[in-house]
């Protein structure tokens, strides 16, 4: 007799990120196709990095594939959205667009996949739904660029003023004096 383990939550079936699995069966090989427009989470739910996410309330565009398999629903597809952020080197305001693509089995409850795994290494259908925010957060973040630029060349910031370099005429640059002559300049500065 297998013992069903307690799964952590249930989905809220009016959440836009849960799918119903119920049309699918348990048949392998019956699969479904949706389109769903879901507004970016915020605060703390919002999708992204520090120096770029998609913005709040933007919508995400899912295109999902749900497939019957033999250990569970197979799911597939695309998320695009748009970005926003700011330059790692420069600052400035950037806009960009994401383009991801989705993986992920679901196991069911009791099936050889789900007693083999750790909770945390699959996700499950659960009540004959699935909640794919978890694995739509996780590819959109990995897909990110730790230090988004504004371009490819962007020159940055004169660590000396903090001016962008690129505003700054070609002969920019600040006077170094070596410390240990800095009372020396004062002295002859003082004549």
């Not at 007799?1 to 119903?20: E, I, L, Y």
């Not at 910031?157 to 300049?185: I, M, N, S």
Request: net charge negative; glycine share 6%.
């Amino acid at each position: 007799m297998t013992t069903h383990r307690p799964h952590p939550g249930h989905p809220d079936p009016a959440s836009p990120w849960v799918f119903a699995t119920r049309e699918l069966g348990r048949r392998p090989g019956n699969m479904r196709a949706y389109s769903r427009r879901i507004p970016a989470p915020a605060g703390t739910a919002r999708l992204g990095l520090e120096t770029i996410a998609v913005p709040e309330g933007a919508p995400i565009e899912l295109e999902a594939r749900l497939e019957s398999v033999t250990e569970g629903v197979y799911v597939s597809g695309t998320v695009h959205a748009s970005l926003s952020g700011e330059c790692a080197r420069c600052l400035d305001p950037l806009s960009d667009e994401i383009d991801v693509e989705l993986s992920e089995l679901f196991a069911y409850p009791d099936s050889i996949t789900d007693e083999t795994t750790e909770e945390d290494e699959l996700p499950r259908v659960v009540d004959e739904m699935v909640d794919v925010e978890q694995i739509v957060r996780d590819a959109v973040v990995l897909a990110l660029p730790l230090a988004p630029l504004c371009r490819v060349d962007c020159p940055g910031l004169c660590p000396e003023c903090g001016e962008k370099w690129a505003d700054l005429t070609p002969d920019h640059g600040h006077e170094t004096l070596d410390p240990r002559w800095a009372a020396l300049k004062g002295r002859l500065s003082a004549d």
